[in-house]
T-cell receptor, first 109, second 115 residues
């Protein structure tokens, strides 16, 4: 059973702070990792992908991958109320993308 | 700029009824997927089609059937609906099924309630 684990939250941060979202996965052979954002009542949308160990930055978002520890994280700098959503970690296993249950993020103004 | 279109958006079924969820994509993608999303469970793969003419089971295929009608369309059928199938269903597509750069695009979702 391929597993992707996330803390369900909610994670509450004040506006302007850094939000840190974490994800662990079970299969060391995984090569592709994704973060999706999902607003309430909407479909998931891709915000970051990462394939190599280390950090990948895109605007206010930074994805971090540590394959030895089987750990993926997403940092959101200067958090805004509009960042309030559920963040889904997804891991590619062969032909399939397996999702975690998601972490609810609330940014308080 | 439709992307992935699924219908219906909302449906209420009685236990034992059958229905088909329709999905079409206009991005010329090879692979298509059906997921269900339940509170606290995340997205779980029901069936997928890596390419036209092929279909495979995902994590939770029981009670469902699929048809890859052509490259654009991938339908999900509930033959005898059960309350446990109350969920939000998402169709998705991607250019290729494996490897890096495999961005999956989702439809807007179909809210299904079985009473």
């Amino acid at each position: 059973q391929k597993e992707v684990e996330q803390n369900s939250g909610p994670l509450s941060v004040p506006e302007g702070a850094i939000a840190s979202l974490n994800c662990t996965y079970s299969d060391r052979g995984s090569q592709s990792f994704f973060w999706y954002r999902q607003y309430s009542g909407k479909s998931p949308e891709l915000i970051m992908s990462i394939y190599s160990n280390g950090d990948k930055e895109d605007g206010r978002f930074t994805a971090q991958l540590n394959k030895a520890s089987q750990y993926v994280s997403l940092l959101i700098r200067d958090s805004q109320p509009s960042d309030s959503a559920t963040y889904l970690c997804a891991v590619q296993y062969g032909n399939k993308l397996v999702f975690g249950a998601g972490t609810i993020l609330r940014v308080k103004s | 700029n439709a992307g992935v279109t699924q219908t219906p958006k909302f449906q209420v079924l009685k236990t034992g009824q059958s229905m088909t969820l329709q999905c079409a994509q206009d991005m010329n993608h090879n692979s298509m997927y059906w997921y269900r999303q339940d509170p606290g469970m995340g997205l779980r793969l029901i069936y997928y089609s890596a390419s036209e003419g092929t279909t495979d089971k995902g994590e939770v295929p029981n009670g469902y059937n699929v048809s890859r009608l052509n490259k654009r369309e991938f339908s999900l059928r509930l033959e005898s609906a059960a309350p446990s199938q109350t969920s939000v269903y998402f169709c998705a597509s991607s250019e290729v099924p494996t490897g890096t750069g495999n961005t999956i695009y989702f439809g807007e979702g179909s809210w299904l309630t079985v009473v």
